[in-house]
């Protein structure tokens, strides 16, 4: 039987966070007919609740680990209801904070030259985390977080047993961008350029001001994904979610990943619309809309539901109990 110490675990995983975050604490909240826990870990330079980094666990080394990884911009509350699907499957599950995210000052982070290496060991250390709550590891994410999940199986396939799960993924998002994304002088200017960043806005989730200099450097971890693809195959099962007319990340993308990098994958397309509006991009993954607080001087698009979640849901869950 797998030793597991889950205190230790969990410290584990909020040592990770110490080195950039500083003072953390551990909130550990018992599940509802106490069949498991959430464990928090609490920051006082973070926004609050929906901005921590997480684990749902089963108190017990499970059969499945699943790591779900937010977008650019957000936090890891995007994944949660994806998460529980998962975790009522069985599968101890852990959601990372990227690097310069859920920040209420996020400025310099966001400004870092190395942000995308950075995300990259987020990624790295949570699996090593991940590792020890279950035998078989799958990754997924939302756009950005899809894109570093996929990053990390190219780079050491061997590790992830279980199945890849893309949502909206930043597979493509034009070549225009991608490759301006490789110029340093371009990303000089829109660094200079860029607006000074705030945590604080109407999305509780969600920074209000989209940085171009983090957009870039997921333009290199775009690049980079398809370098290591090239003439590769991924032998994990891959899921993939999209919405069709997605015009952030390209419906191209998944059609080339499908047809000439997987051996065994699913699409699950979506093609719906909101009040004659199709489905935003990082909707994608939200079971309930998010409401908006009042009393900043930004203009957001409120975040909507996903009108076909569960049926979504239940695709993904029914492609994970066959790994």
């Not at 604080?200 to 693809?229: D, M, V």
């Not at 309930?288 to 009393?295: D, N, S, T």
Request: net charge positive; hydrophobic share 35%.
């Amino acid at each position: 039987m797998q030793y597991y110490n889950n205190n230790k675990i969990i410290e584990t995983f909020c040592q990770t966070y110490k080195k950039r975050l500083g003072n953390c604490l551990i909130q550990t909240d018992i599940l509802k007919n106490n069949n498991g826990y959430r464990h928090e870990i609490i920051s006082p330079v973070l926004r609050g609740k929906g901005n921590y980094p997480f684990i749902l666990s089963h108190d017990k080394y499970t059969e499945h680990v699943v790591v779900l990884t937010h977008g650019l911009s957000d936090s890891p509350y995007y994944m949660e209801a994806i998460g529980w699907h998962f975790f009522y499957a069985g599968a101890n599950v852990v959601f990372p904070l990227l690097y310069g995210h859920g920040l209420k000052y996020p400025d310099k982070a966001l400004q870092d030259w190395n942000l995308f290496k950075k995300w990259k060991i987020d990624i790295d250390e949570t699996i090593t985390v991940a590792k020890k709550l279950g035998k078989h590891l799958s990754l997924g994410g939302l756009s950005t977080g899809g894109a570093l999940s996929l990053n990390a199986v190219l780079r050491d396939t061997e590790q992830i047993t279980g199945g890849l799960f893309l949502f909206s993924t930043a597979l493509e998002i034009g070549s225009l961008y991608e490759n301006i994304g490789l110029i340093p002088l371009v990303q000089t200017y829109y660094r200079m350029k860029q607006e000074k960043l705030t945590g604080y806005g109407p999305n509780p989730y969600k920074y209000p001001i989209f940085s171009n200099f983090s957009g870039l450097q997921l333009a290199n971890l775009i690049q980079e994904n398809k370098r290591l693809l090239k003439k590769n195959k991924i032998k994990q099962a891959v899921f993939i979610a999209h919405s069709v007319q997605d015009p952030t990340t390209l419906l191209s993308g998944v059609i080339d990943l499908l047809e000439n990098h997987v051996n065994n994958g699913v699409a699950f397309l979506i093609s719906s619309y909101n009040d004659d509006q199709p489905l935003a991009h990082g909707d994608l993954v939200l079971e309930k809309p998010i409401e908006l607080l009042i009393g900043y001087p930004y203009q957001v698009v409120q975040p909507r539901a996903n009108p076909r979640f569960d049926e979504m849901m239940r695709s993904a869950i029914q492609f994970f109990e066959k790994l």
